[in-house]
């Protein structure tokens, strides 16, 4: 007898050993903060890196070129031959006839030509461009803004789903201790076989709920790597609370989104883009005044006629006035538009002011209401946990019964969803206040 348990000991130990020496060795993940997520998306979001591509665009028209102060230089030459039979015939002289003459003409030129004057329409061009490029500037901020809100949106759900996460394993962890005392009990003949199936029962639905949560936490995080523009990051942890700032003021707020929310100051710009294009329109019904000069060579070449060689070369200038007496009332057409297109973005811009102010007023408003919650369904888990933890022992004791441990834990359960989700609702409204602010750091 002594004999066959040294022998299973001996195996059991080798068995031991082999796991030891065939197991990994697990190390914690990475904790990646919401300050992180938010750098990483501003580096690698998609939206992000098209809407910055396109602002771009806009400053590169910004250009002293592309607004008309620049000259114009240009360079051109040619060649030309040509063969032909002439016959003449002059009085007192016998026919000439020349077959296959070959002329050859060649030429090149440079032209220096710069608009000296036209109706100060360049000035106007030059400011609306950059009227346009700083209207794309402050798109490209609303886009980020949004991203940015998106981020913290999507890294707020995985803080939720983790903590739920946690307190299902909590709930798990009870369910299994009821499970134990209840087989106890009922080895001792105090619970029936009936109390031991419905906890069993309730022990499988908390588990099946902590698998179904566990997806959810996984979709969260898949969500957030796709903002990240990483769909197939590794493993990470997240930062197990994020604060709430409590001492936002609605004035603050209004003050600051009068003046840095995007959507308004593209407004702004959009409607000085308008401005400066009827001034260019303006602009076209003075004269414009061109000055010109160049640089000519050329020569040719005949096997027939009496010039068997030219050659000329040379530089000339001048000045050109020019004056569009009419263009089919065209001017007038696009000035019409532009006076519209400015009078609309001051429409537009009363409108989302307005609409700022209600959004921020209404937020606020919620954002406050949800911060009360949050204090008083802290004081509900707390309540929650010590009646959890009373329960258990009052169970352990025989003084309550399996049904009302388990109402006493479904209470803890949803006491914790509710704090958790109080949570995510209050600074889900802290980041959009912000973003209707014009906070690009959130």
């Given at each position: 007898m002594h004999h066959m348990i040294r022998r299973y000991a001996s195996y059991l130990l080798f068995f031991c050993g082999f796991l030891l020496l065939n197991t990994e060795p697990v190390y914690g993940q990475d904790v990646l903060t919401l300050s992180d997520a938010l750098e990483q998306a501003r580096e690698n979001n998609y939206e992000l890196q098209i809407s910055q591509n396109e602002l771009q665009l806009f400053v590169n028209d910004v250009s002293i070129g592309n607004a008309g102060f620049l000259p114009r230089?240009?360079?051109?030459?040619?060649?030309?031959?040509?063969?032909?039979?002439?016959?003449?015939?002059?009085?007192?002289?016998?026919?000439?006839?020349?077959?296959?003459?070959?002329?050859?003409?060649?030429?090149?030129?440079?032209?220096?030509?710069?608009r000296a004057f036209d109706g100060l329409g360049r000035f106007a061009t030059w400011r609306r461009l950059q009227s346009e490029r700083d209207a794309q500037q402050q798109r490209t901020r609303s886009v980020t803004q949004d991203v940015l809100t998106e981020v913290t949106i999507a890294y707020?759900?995985?803080?939720?789903?983790?903590?739920?996460?946690?307190?299902?394993?909590?709930?798990?962890?009870?369910?299994?201790?009821?499970?134990?005392?209840?087989?106890?009990?009922?080895?001792?003949?105090?619970?029936?076989?009936?109390?031991?199936?419905?906890?069993?029962?309730?022990?499988?639905?908390?588990?099946?709920?902590?698998?179904?949560?566990?997806?959810?936490?996984?979709?969260a995080r898949s969500q957030l790597n796709r903002l990240l523009g990483a769909p197939e990051m590794g493993p990470y942890e997240v930062e197990a609370e994020i604060p709430l700032d409590t001492n936002l003021d609605q004035d603050l707020l209004l003050a600051d989104a009068r003046q840095n929310n995007p959507r308004l100051q593209s407004l702004v710009h959009a409607r000085e883009s308008a401005g400066e294009e009827r001034r260019e329109i303006r602009a076209e019904r003075l004269p414009s005044v061109d000055l010109q000069m160049s640089y000519e060579y050329s020569d040719q070449t005949s096997e027939s006629g009496f010039v068997r060689f030219s050659e000329s070369y040379g530089?000339?200038?001048?000045?050109?006035?020019?004056?569009?007496?009419?263009?089919?009332?065209?001017?007038?057409?696009?000035?019409?538009?532009?006076?519209?297109?400015?009078?609309?973005?001051?429409?537009?811009?009363?409108?989302?002011?307005?609409?700022?102010?209600?959004?921020?007023?209404?937020?606020?408003?919620?954002?406050?209401?949800?911060?009360?919650?949050?204090?008083?369904?802290?004081?509900?888990?707390?309540?929650?946990?010590?009646?959890a933890d009373l329960a258990l022992r009052q169970f352990e004791l025989g003084a309550i019964t399996s049904l009302e441990l388990r109402e006493v834990q479904e209470a803890l359960i949803q006491a914790e969803t509710r704090l958790l989700e109080s949570r995510f609702e209050a600074r889900s409204s802290e980041a959009e206040l912000r973003r209707l602010a014009g906070d690009i750091h959130l």
């Open positions: 230089l240009t360079a051109s030459g040619d060649r030309n031959t040509s063969i032909t039979t002439t016959e003449q015939e002059f009085i007192g002289q016998e026919p000439e006839r020349t077959p296959n003459a070959e002329t050859t003409q060649q030429a090149a030129r440079a032209t220096l030509s710069w707020l759900t995985i803080v939720r789903e983790q903590q739920t996460v946690e307190a299902l394993k909590e709930s798990v962890e009870i369910s299994e201790e009821r499970l134990r005392l209840t087989e106890l009990r009922n080895r001792l003949g105090t619970a029936s076989d009936l109390e031991v199936r419905q906890a069993r029962v309730d022990l499988n639905a908390d588990r099946a709920q902590l698998l179904r949560q566990e997806s959810s936490l996984s979709v530089l000339s200038y001048g000045v050109s006035v020019t004056l569009n007496l009419f263009d089919g009332l065209n001017r007038r057409r696009r000035a019409q538009n532009a006076q519209v297109r400015e009078r609309n973005a001051e429409l537009a811009f009363r409108e989302i002011e307005a609409e700022l102010v209600t959004r921020i007023t209404e937020e606020f408003t919620t954002f406050r209401n949800r911060i009360q919650l949050v204090e008083l369904e802290e004081s509900n888990v707390e309540d929650a946990r010590a009646n």
